[in-house]
């Protein structure tokens, strides 16, 4: 297994568009997250997955985003209309179960810009 | 909600020196435990070291370690015999209520010099 994979690592976009990151856990991982850091901060909670199913999102997480795990493996964050306040480093974290070192692992993050 | 402070915006230490980054959290959930991970400058949060909330013993993971103070809220990272490679950014991240989220604090810049 290679970890947690996100796509893209970067991603400039213009203020407005839409944009889309893509998450794959760890294959044996029933628990997705995702989180944001900005510049300087450390990484805050957006959105939670046990399998397909969100089970807690944050009150960061504006209408203008959405995230999907459709089947319980990959998942997706969207970004619609974005804003010059969305750019930000996004990372997605796996872990088998919620606690203990289950193996709580983060992915490399897509660094977005918005120009 | 949680709140996690972190007190050295940056520290230094010479290379093969010990040096303790500072950890306190404030949460009323009494299953918790609380992971320590480095980022450095490409971006990627790495694992280093888990404390579980009922473990007996202060946690080690090779050069690191956790000292745990339950009653004080505090769980300081120790890391011993410094390398250049340690320079990065330290995260000190207690489980939150709920779900398994992690709450971060702001971080301290760990800087190792030759």
């Known amino acids: 297994d290679t970890g947690v994979s996100q796509d893209p690592r970067h991603k400039i976009t213009k203020r407005g568009q839409n944009v889309t990151f893509r998450c794959d856990p760890i294959?044996?991982?029933?628990?997705l997250y995702w989180y944001r850091q900005t510049l300087g901060q450390g990484p805050e909670f957006l959105t939670y997955?046990?399998?397909?199913?969100?089970?807690?999102k944050s009150r960061l997480l504006s209408d203008r985003f959405s995230a999907e795990r459709p089947k319980g493996s990959f998942s997706t964050l969207e970004i619609q209309r974005t804003e010059q306040g969305d750019s930000a480093m996004y990372l997605c974290?796996?872990?088998?179960?919620?606690?203990?070192?289950?193996?709580?692992?983060f992915g490399s993050g897509t660094r977005l810009t918005v120009v | 909600a949680q709140k996690i402070t972190q007190t050295q915006p940056g520290m230094f230490v010479q290379e093969k020196e010990a040096v303790t980054l500072d950890c306190t959290y404030d949460?009323?959930?009494?299953?918790?435990?609380l992971f320590w991970y480095k980022q450095p400058s490409s971006g990627e949060m790495i694992f280093l070291i888990y404390?579980?909330?009922?473990?007996?013993q202060n946690a080690t993971e090779g050069r690191y370690s956790l000292n745990f103070q339950k009653a004080r809220k505090s769980a300081n990272l120790v890391i011993s015999a410094s390398q250049l490679g340690d320079s990065a950014m330290y995260f000190c991240?207690?489980?939150?209520?709920?779900?398994?989220?992690?709450?971060f604090g702001q971080g301290t810049i760990l800087t190792v010099h030759p």
């Open positions: 404390q579980g909330s009922y473990d007996q």
């Open positions: 949460t009323s959930d009494p299953s918790y435990g």
């Open positions: 294959s044996e991982h029933n628990r």
């Open positions: 974290a796996s872990s088998l179960g919620g606690t203990g070192k289950n193996g709580y692992t």
């Open positions: 997955f046990q399998n397909e199913a969100q089970l807690e």
């Open positions: 991240a207690p489980l939150g209520e709920g779900y398994g989220k992690l709450t």
